[in-house]
Structure formats: structure tokens, C-alpha cells
């Protein structure tokens, strides 16, 4: 069996070479490591090495998974319709309206041109296509059946992202709600509440106990408004540095996602509509069910899903069925069990999984829709108590002034 091609990226390094003097340049290799090396070899002394961003090397913008899709679809309609390879990247990077995305397909085809199988171009940029889109395009190569398994690929792309944009607009929406209310009432307590705290120093009387809580409130937020925000920024910059470098921290972040009401049963669901959908794309390329299983664990997206694909392949490695095998972990729904058991005696596998795939996918959005529809009297009742009883809180003052005149 032939070796995997070693996954290479290109590094930006700075060092200083035997005078002294400073320089820099740019390295395809497979890890710092090498780069340092490589540049040792050559006698000079590496001081920074980096993988280079992205959007740096490509430029024009950033390159998405949606635009990865439109691209898979294009190529899988080009090379159905008879049309050769490059002749199929010319023809779809001449229709890209970004830079970026276009000077991607650019350097894929130039790779290919130059010697390179498709599969190959594509591992020499890991960040843009992963190991099931590269070995799924190897197998389209080795059987020729290209354009079919791009086409299963592009079918892939699209639906998994539909579904990332579904659940993220469920949690963004009450997100940026939520911000929204913070900063209006800020500004709140920082502008308004004191041009009514100098006319309550005109009456000489108590204040009411509401007013005079929130007066309070607004004096601590004026006087320690950047302490707060710098540890908000703190923390923030915090816990994104910890959940980048620890795997620890971003597993746990994954079992406690899945956890949480509503939000987590949508997340529960969704991991289950990509097992099945991507079980099923890789089932149905001809890749066997134990190295598909592989391809599951990758894309799952959740530690916890992540871990039972691995486990599911243990026990399939041993002869046990897979709708065993899935009902031992304790994750899977009875629902997506049974039609695996009838994919798995029918000799459909790969039909049944699209058929989970697509009733889980359904139900994430029913369940976002629902959420949705749920939420947006809730956080306007929230906005309104929260907004409006500043106000009052401002105005009871003035309310019993009268009243007392």
C-alpha cells in the first residue's frame, strides 16, 4: 500500500544568518520543526517561524466552507458534462468573484498541471479541504468515478453547512440580543441616570428605595465602567487562548454544550445528522465501514461524538453490527438505531444514514425555528422590564412630587 503524501504548509520565518544580519522568507514544510532544520542547514539561525495566515497568502478576502462547496459543486457539473480537469478549473475560477477563492483554485491547478493528482493538490491546503474531502476525491481517482464523488462531496458540503448556519443563528440571535441590552443600558446609566440624579439634589426629600438603587448602580458602573470592561475583555481574550491551547478545556466545553436546555438538544440532534451524513458519503464512495467510521470521528464536530465513532469502530473492527455497536455507546437516538438496523438487513446502509442524516437535519430546524419564534417575546418582555425600569426608576421621584403638590 502506498504512503500517505505528507501534508505540507507554508511557514513564515525570521532569523539571522552567519554575519548577523536579520532576514526573512518564506518555507513549504510539514512542521516548524523542519523549517528550524532546514534554515540550521543553510546556516542560518531561525528566531520566528509561523504558519502563514491564510488570508495573507491567498488575498482577496477569506476563503469559507461555503465557498469550498460552491467550488465542489461547479467542478462536479463541469467534469459530468465531459469537461477535462483543468479545462474544469479554468472554466470555475474564471466565475469566482473572490480573489481569494479564485487564486485557491489557481494554485490547485497549477499542482495538478504540473504532475500532481487532484487528491494531492488538494492535501497541500489541509486548512481549506480535511482528510474525508481528500480521500474521497483519491477514491474518485483510483475507481473513476470522479464527478460522482464530487458530486456526493459538493451534496455534503451543502447540507453540513446548512446545518452550521441553522445553529448558529439560533445562538447568535439571543447573543447579540443580549449585548444590545447591556450597551443600551449602559449608556443608559452612564448619560441619562445622572442628568436626573442633579434635579432629584433640587427636591430635598428621600428618594424612593428603586430610584435610589439605581443611582447606585449607575455611580459604580460611572466609576469603575473600564475596570469591568477590561476584565470582560480579559476574560474573554482568556478563554479564548485557553480553549485554542487545551484540548482539555475545549472537551469539556463540548460535554457541557450538549448539556444545556434547548441549546443542547439542537447540538444533540445535529451530531447525529452529521454521523449519518457523513457515514453515508463515505459509505456509499465504496470506503470500507471501518475506515468510514475514521472520516466520522473527524468530522464530528463534538468531543462526544468524536469519542463514540472511535468506540463504534472498535466494536465493528470485532464483527459486531453497527446498530449494536451505536446502541452500546448510549448516545444515539432509538429512532436513528432502527433504521440502521433496517439499512444493515436491507443491504442499504448508505440510504438509511442519508435518511437519518435528513430527518435529524429537518428536525434541527424545526427545533431552531421554534426557538426562535419562542425567544423573540421572551427577550422583548426582558428588554422591556429591563429598559423601562430605569425609567421608572427615574420618573417615581417626580410622580410622588406631584402627587404631594
Known amino acids: 500500500m502506498a504512503a500517505k503524501p505528507t501534508k505540507t504548509a507554508t511557514f513564515v520565518w525570521q532569523g539571522k544568518d552567519k554575519a548577523g544580519k536579520k ?5 513549504q514544510s510539514a512542521s516548524a520543526a523542519l523549517v528550524k532544520a532546514e534554515l540550521r542547514k543553510q546556516g542560518i539561525l531561525a528566531t520566528k517561524v509561523s504558519k502563514k495566515s491564510l488570508s495573507i497568502g491567498l488575498g482577496g478576502g477569506k476563503v469559507k466552507p461555503m465557498d469550498i462547496a460552491l467550488f465542489t459543486r461547479q ?3 463541469m467534469m459530468k458534462a465531459g469537461v477535462p480537469l483543468l ?3 479554468d472554466i470555475t475560477s474564471g466565475g469566482i468573484e473572490k480573489e481569494a477563492m479564485r487564486n485557491l483554485v489557481g494554485k490547485i491547478k497549477n499542482e495538478v498541471a504540473s504532475g500532481s493528482t487532484f487528491a494531492d493538490s488538494l492535501r497541500q491546503h489541509p486548512d481549506y479541504f480535511d482528510d474525508l474531502y481528500c480521500n474521497l476525491v483519491a477514491s474518485g481517482e483510483q475507481s473513476g468515478a470522479l464527478e460522482t464523488l ?6 455534503y458540503k451543502e447540507k453540513t453547512e446548512a446545518l452550521k448556519a441553522k445553529i448558529k443563528k439560533a445562538m447568535n440571535y439571543p447573543i447579540a440580543v443580549v449585548l444590545i441590552a447591556m450597551i443600551v443600558t ?3 446609566l452612564v448619560k441619562v441616570v445622572p442628568q436626573f440624579e442633579e434635579v432629584f439634589q433640587g427636591f430635598g426629600a428621600e428618594l424612593p428605595a428603586f430610584t435610589q438603587v439605581v443611582i447606585n448602580i449607575s455611580e459604580v458602573v460611572q466609576e469603575y465602567w473600564h475596570i469591568v470592561l477590561g476584565a470582560l475583555v480579559a476574560g474573554g481574550f482568556l478563554i479564548s487562548r485557553t480553549l485554542k491551547s487545551s484540548k482539555t478545556a475545549r472537551d469539556g466545553l463540548d460535554r457541557l454544550m450538549l448539556k444545556l436546555p434547548i441549546i443542547g438538544e439542537i447540538l444533540d440532534k445535529s451530531a447525529v445528522a452529521r454521523f449519518g451524513r457523513t457515514l453515508s458519503t463515505t459509505f456509499a464512495a465504496g470506503v470500507p465501514l471501518v475506515d468510514a467510521l475514521d472520516s466520522v470521528a ?3 464536530g463534538n468531543v462526544v461524538y468524536a469519542n463514540a465513532a472511535r468506540k463504534i469502530k472498535e466494536d465493528v473492527s470485532t464483527g459486531q453490527q ?8 448510549g448516545i444515539f437516538p432509538p429512532m436513528a438505531i432502527q433504521m440502521v438496523s433496517i439499512g444493515e438487513e436491507s443491504g442499504s446502509l448508505d440510504e438509511m444514514l442519508d435518511k437519518v442524516a435528513t430527518f435529524y ?4 430546524d424545526n427545533m431552531v425555528d421554534g426557538m426562535t419564534s419562542l425567544m423573540e417575546p421572551i427577550i422583548m418582555s426582558v428588554l422591556g422590564v429591563l429598559v423601562g425600569g430605569l425609567i421608572v426608576a427615574m420618573y417615581l421621584p417626580i410622580f410622588q412630587l406631584g402627587s404631594v403638590v
Do not use: N, P, Y
Open 87 to 89: 479545462q474544469a478549473f
Open 322 to 329: 453497527l446498530q449494536f455497536a451505536m446502541k452500546s455507546t
Open 298 to 300: 473527524g468530522a464530528a
Open 361 to 364: 437535519e429537518e428536525e434541527v
Open 23 to 27: 532576514i526573512k522568507g518564506e518555507m
Open 186 to 188: 449602559v449608556i443608559l
Open 75 to 77: 467542478m462536479a457539473t
Open 150 to 155: 464530487l458530486d456526493r462531496i459538493a451534496t
